[in-house]
């Protein structure tokens, strides 16, 4: 009985290494030992079980992985599918380059440094390093500039 116990524990333990989750491990586990069972009654002589079964659960996990993957794909053709496009609407971009040119607006006083760190920061997505590095000076000095140009925003905000 022990050894029953730890060879299903190192059945599980072999599947959920390969991604498995607990619940599908048990599934494929039963599954195998099913499988070893009909063969075995089908006249079939299983001189390694713990070889056999792990050979067979691990064929029945590439299985399922192949089934669970073929629905990913669609059979129609493309041309025959409706696809969504998800780029923004014309009035989206007039509406976000209008806040671009509110925001330029609103920065407009400040020196160039501190709205190009702002903008390399906000709108191109470089990290502080990144632009501390581009501008020569330290990371410290880039977070002021930023701190500087969102304080000035946020007076604007408050203005409007």
Sequence with gaps: MDALISQLRYLKKLLRRRGRTAEEAEDLVQDAF???????????????PRA?????????????????????????PIEELYLVDLTPSPDEVFAADQRLLSIRRS???LSERTQTAF??????????AEIALRLGVS??????????????????????
């Design 107 to 109: 920065l407009a006083g």
């Design 34 to 48: 099913v499988r070893m069972q009909e063969y075995c009654r089908e006249g079939g002589c299983v001189r390694e």
């Design 139 to 160: 990371a410290s000095a880039v977070e002021k500039h930023i701190a500087t140009a969102v304080a000035r925003l946020a007076m604007e905000r408050h203005r409007i």
């Design 119 to 128: 903008f390399l920061h906000r709108l191109e997505g470089f990290s502080y």
């Design 52 to 76: 056999f079964l792990a050979r067979t659960v691990l064929n029945l996990a590439v299985d399922a992985r192949r089934r669970d993957r073929r629905d990913l794909y669609e059979k129609q």
